[in-house]
């Protein structure tokens, strides 16, 4: 009789030990070690606990690299608990036949709609205005006091026009916005009109970017970015920190290059609480808070608990990164 796969799962997931849960549904078919604190592994303890394993659950802040799979080498599925994957080598994954999956398409929405509340609460300055009632600072009516920024009407500029960017974009229709949007090629269907990258941050009143961290976008919210947005617009970032240049955004905020900005994405997580961001004005911060909620994180779960049971039983699993390495496995 063939042994049980092991399986490590980097942490706790939504649901618990119930009946039906993600967890109860690898217990079901493999043997577990779970990490049951709420901080990450750090790597040698990773690298120890998938020694002996046959899949990794990750998350985000796991990174999985060549010298982590040459340490676990009878990993043969990682399944992220994310959209993105910047955290895992794919080529080093592929080259050893390692399946990785991810989970698109269910938090689309909920991030849509974490990015609408960073962008209305940075518009109307919602985090100062309360701050102003819970110090004491609400003095009698002035006609020139806390102004924020108009929504209806204004124009939204989408950097990445993906499913996100996509579902951001849906949103405007009700506040009746021309929406532009930029990404490496025009994409049919997309609510709003392409436009270069110039003209889309001149034009913005809010701009929002929504688009993977890639080398090619590590960074690419720096100073010659915020230059190119009106002095008046506010820039949104739902996506993965490393695409902006901190610095650059907290010089542009202390100089009043652009109006105002949401950060649900720092990098690093979590920001340390002196970081020179932090003390910048206009600024609206959330803890990477796009996809928590209690049904969106379940679903996360769910898919990769998929991917990573699929992996395991031989099969080609839905949300597969890297298909060539079907093929690198299918040689051993």
């Not at 060549?66 to 993105?84: E, I, K, Q, S, Y």
């Not at 100062?128 to 006091?145: I, K, Q, S, Y």
């Not at 108009?150 to 500029?157: E, M, Q």
């Amino acid at each position: 009789m063939n042994a049980r796969p092991r399986v490590f799962i980097a942490r706790r997931l939504p649901g618990g030990d119930a009946v039906g849960s993600p967890l109860a549904r690898v217990r079901d078919a493999a043997e577990v070690d779970l990490w049951a604190d709420d901080a990450p592994p750090a790597p040698d303890a990773l690298r120890a606990h998938g020694a002996a394993c046959d899949g990794l659950l990750t998350m985000l802040t796991d990174r999985v690299d060549g010298a982590l799979l040459d340490a676990c080498p009878r990993v043969r599925v990682v399944a992220n608990l994310a959209v993105g994957y910047d955290n895992i080598d794919v080529p080093a994954c592929t080259e050893r036949g390692v399946l990785v999956t991810n989970t698109p398409g269910v938090l689309t929405d909920t991030t849509a709609d974490m990015t609408w509340a960073l962008l209305m609460a940075a518009a109307r300055r919602l985090p100062e205005g309360e701050r102003a009632v819970r110090d004491g600072e609400w003095g009698p009516w002035h006609p020139t006091w806390m102004l924020g920024h108009r929504v209806t009407g204004a124009t939204l500029g989408i950097v990445g026009p993906g499913r996100i960017g996509a579902g951001v974009a849906r949103r405007a229709r009700a506040f009746e916005m021309r929406v532009l949007y930029h990404g490496r090629r025009e994409v049919p269907d997309f609510p709003g009109e392409f436009a270069p990258l110039d003209q889309l941050l001149a034009e913005s009143d809010y701009v929002s970017v929504h688009t993977p961290l890639t080398p090619e976008t590590a960074g690419m919210c720096d100073t010659a970015f915020f230059a190119r947005m009106q002095p008046r617009a506010i820039f949104i970032n739902t996506s993965r920190g490393g695409v902006v240049d901190q610095a650059a955004l907290t010089q542009a905020l202390h100089d009043g290059v652009i109006g105002g900005a949401g950060l649900d994405v720092t990098s690093p997580e979590p920001l340390p609480p002196d970081d020179p961001l932090l003390a910048a004005p206009r600024l609206v911060i959330a803890p990477h808070l796009g996809s928590a909620t209690d049904e969106t994180r379940t679903k996360m779960a769910h898919l990769a608990v998929d991917g990573l049971l699929a992996g395991l039983a031989g099969e080609r699993p839905t949300h597969l990164v890297n298909p060539e390495a079907l093929a690198v496995r299918g040689r051993r």
